[in-house]
């Protein structure tokens, strides 16, 4: 699987957008890009994932490069309880190894 | 989304003794995952419950210390044997749904070995 990078950790205003960064340069073309995030004490929670195009859906927004060598994620107006760490996988979904390979995430903290 | 339920939710066990967690889910899935996750650490994958046939384990971790059966499509048990401190962890069940491939979590399981 390719790997990922992402920032240890980011502050953000609640109520202003989060975005958070990843870069996957070594993405193959059949990986698609996953964000999970875990709240303290509880089970990795599905965002979203896409391929290449930008998706969006009730809780944020995936903007992927055209290269697809780097994405972001917007969570548009956080809220306290977005505070978490948030994980960036790469994923190959027709074949072969489908678990999800977690990395070190970005610990988000949504300041009052 | 499958809703997946893991027991026990905690448990504090002693050194040398064995426990066996339940993940249960409300839906047939085609893969089913065991994860590790130690205390301010990430999560490791454990191994693969496939349905029908022996699990695949991740390097660094073998079937005598974490067997692992898969008896339907809808259930897995992982047991962690002969325990120690260092098994002192989160134990977390993955499922990947069978129409939309989407992978969920339940809310795992917390360790503690004296």
């Known amino acids: 699987d390719a790997k990922t990078t992402q920032p240890t950790s980011m502050d953000c205003a609640e109520g202003r957008a989060a975005n958070l960064p990843c870069n996957h340069s070594?993405?193959?073309?059949?990986?698609?890009v996953y964000w999970y995030r875990q709240i303290h004490s509880q089970g990795p929670q599905y965002i979203i994932h896409g391929l290449k195009n930008n998706e969006t859906n009730e809780m944020a927004s995936l903007i992927i490069t055209e290269d697809r060598k780097s994405s972001t994620l917007i969570l548009p107006h956080a809220t306290l309880r977005d505070t978490a760490v948030y994980y960036c996988?790469?994923?190959?979904?027709?074949?072969?190894?489908?678990?999800?390979?977690f990395g070190s995430g970005t610990r988000l903290q949504v300041q009052p | 989304s499958a809703v997946i339920s893991q027991k026990p939710s905690r448990d504090i066990c002693q050194r040398g003794t064995s426990l066996t967690i339940q993940c249960q889910v409300d839906?047939?899935?085609?893969?089913m995952f065991w994860y590790r996750q130690q205390p301010g650490q990430s999560l490791t994958l454990i191994a693969t419950?496939?349905?029908?046939?022996?699990?695949?384990?991740e390097s660094g971790f073998v079937i005598d210390k974490f067997p692992i059966s898969r008896p339907n499509l809808t259930f897995s048990t992982l047991t962690v044997s002969n325990m120690s401190p260092e098994d002192s962890s989160i134990y977390l069940c993955?499922?990947?749904?069978?129409?939309?491939?989407?992978?969920?979590f339940g809310e795992g399981s917390r360790l503690t070995v004296l």
């Open positions: 996988i790469v994923r190959v979904t027709d074949t072969g190894r489908r678990a999800l390979t």
């Open positions: 070594t993405i193959s073309g059949n990986e698609y």
């Open positions: 839906s047939q899935v085609t893969m």
């Open positions: 419950a496939n349905q029908g046939s022996e699990a695949t384990y």
């Open positions: 993955s499922v990947e749904q069978l129409n939309t491939g989407e992978l969920f």
